[in-house]
């Protein structure tokens, strides 16, 4: 059901873990099977590599939530454009990404009003020529955060189509502008506004929240969560040099830390649903309904990738390989 205005959907770190008990099968027996993408820049990659293994294992997404990256590799999975997504990847190139350089040219931009180190005009563009709102087939989320009031919001197409509220002449424009949005990792590249109503948006990953909860309301019953960065923070080969490599670890760390508090806490009431059942006790959630078991697949490197903005061609060939790699190990350990 969709929200009067403001269209998006809020969100908060409390997630109603809502269902009825049970367990069903695999992904080909008509499960509903949703996908959850964190962010990570040119870590990305990983993700591709990993959806390669699943999609050649016959994995389909009823449902697909993203942040930052991984709110456009779930538009294009939405729109069943997986292999352009991949030739998008091995394509890439920095230029295509960023634009402008890191230097005390740069950082006295920013002291004298500046919004950001680096443009997003060449995103932009590549979102403009990709992204078709008409063909999007799976129920997806897209993760934003408003710099204004610090409210996080779960934006779906049908919000800029169905009911989209007065000042949204052109619900494509809004929708790829909410894509630009959640890719912003702020300081990295600059806010996003949304006309009429929404101004300043960034990366949904900077609010205490992950996309698990803007997955579960759709109670799936398969979860397959892709994150860029390890369960544990792992030793950088060489420490962080320059102002931009100190800020841009700071807030990987902090992110990084918000998205596995949730997959942990995802994991924990799980389990715990799953030792009931198995005792024959079901648990509810405050509202009284049964929490319900999820079959799941976690699916995230052992060690540290290659840096955030590292868009260099052997960068993201190790992460499409290491993405590949852990996906075969995870589904093969199930």
Same mark, same amino acid.
């Given at each position: 059901?969709?929200?009067?205005? +403001?269209?998006?959907?809020?969100?908060?770190y409390h997630v109603e873990w809502a269902g009825v008990s049970g367990v069903s099968g695999g992904n080909s027996m008509a499960m509903?099977? &949703?996908?959850?993408?964190?962010?990570?820049? #040119?870590?990305?990659a990983f993700q591709v590599g990993a959806l390669r293994y699943l999609h050649e294992q016959g994995y389909t997404w009823d449902?697909?939530?993203?942040?930052?990256?991984?709110?456009?590799?779930? @538009?294009?999975?939405?729109?069943? #454009?997986?292999?352009?997504?991949? &030739?998008?990847w091995r394509t890439v190139t920095p230029a295509q990404v960023l634009t402008g350089r890191m230097n005390i040219w740069a950082l006295v931009r920013m002291l004298f009003g500046a919004r950001s180190i680096y443009g997003n005009e060449p995103l932009w563009e590549m979102i403009i020529e990709k992204v078709r709102l008409e063909k999007i087939r799976a129920?997806?989320?897209?993760?934003?955060?408003?710099?204004? /009031?610090?409210?996080?919001?779960?934006?779906?197409p049908d919000d800029f189509v169905n009911a989209p509220p007065p000042g949204f002449d052109d619900p494509e424009l809004a929708f790829k502008r909410a894509i630009l949005a959640s890719t912003a990792m702020p300081v990295i590249w600059p806010p996003v506004d949304i006309p009429p109503l929404y101004s300043a948006m960034v990366d949904g990953g900077v609010r205490n929240i992950s996309p698990l909860g803007d997955v579960l309301d759709a109670e799936p019953d398969e979860v397959v969560v892709i994150n860029c960065s390890p369960a544990e923070p792992g030793e950088?080969? /060489? +420490?962080?040099?320059?102002v931009l490599q100190i800020a841009l670890r700071s807030l990987e760390v902090a992110l990084d830390e918000i998205f596995h508090t949730d997959t942990r806490e995802f994991l924990r009431i799980n389990r715990n649903v799953r030792e009931a059942a198995e005792a024959g006790v079901t648990l509810h959630n405050e509202s009284g309904k049964p929490f319900k078991y999820y079959r799941?697949?976690?699916?995230?490197?052992?060690? +540290?990738?290659?840096? @955030?903005l590292?868009?260099?061609? +052997? #960068?993201?060939?190790?992460?499409?390989?290491?993405?590949? #790699?852990?996906a075969k190990e995870v589904l093969g350990a199930r």
């Open positions: 059901m969709l929200c009067s205005v +403001p269209i998006g959907r809020e969100g908060g509903k099977t &949703a996908l959850v993408l964190s962010g990570g820049g #040119a870590k990305g449902v697909i939530a993203g942040v930052s990256v991984g709110a456009l590799n779930g @538009t294009m999975l939405a729109m069943d #454009a997986f292999d352009e997504l991949e &030739a998008l129920d997806l989320r897209i993760g934003v955060v408003s710099l204004r /009031t610090g409210r996080y919001f779960a934006f779906r950088l080969e /060489t +420490p962080p040099r320059n799941h697949l976690i699916i995230q490197p052992d060690a +540290p990738l290659d840096d @955030t590292d868009f260099s061609r +052997p #960068a993201i060939m190790r992460s499409l390989r290491a993405g590949y #790699a852990k």
